[in-house]
């Protein structure tokens, strides 16, 4: 299994990160990751029953803006938070959205 594609800090755009961030699925997965750190993404159980295949969406499009990192450790895919670049990019941005989202249930 190749490598995920994870964009250099320095070509992620703000729109892209903030379409990320403006699905309410997508911040569910983000708040999480805030709260309790890198998980495998078979470890989510998003509200609303959403399927594995959109799951698996939600999680590529946080990863393509730039948002998280996914690490492939075998068969298991880990997701965390890109924290340190984010902030790095757009300063204050990760911390105000984890403060304004839902907490995940």
């Known amino acids: 299994m190749r490598e995920p594609f994870h964009p250099p800090v320095e070509e992620l755009e703000l729109v892209s990160v903030l379409h990320a961030l403006s699905d309410p699925t997508r911040l569910f997965i983000v708040r999480t990751l805030a709260a309790e750190g890198e998980r495998t993404c078979g470890s989510f159980e998003a509200p609303g029953g959403v399927s594995a295949a959109t799951l698996s969406h939600h999680f590529r499009v946080l990863r393509e803006a730039g948002v998280t990192r996914t690490r492939i450790d075998g068969k298991c895919r880990h997701t965390s938070l890109r924290r340190e ?10 911390e105000s959205v984890v403060a304004a989202a839902p907490a995940p249930a």
């Open 85 to 94: 670049e984010l902030e790095a990019r757009f300063p204050g941005l990760l």
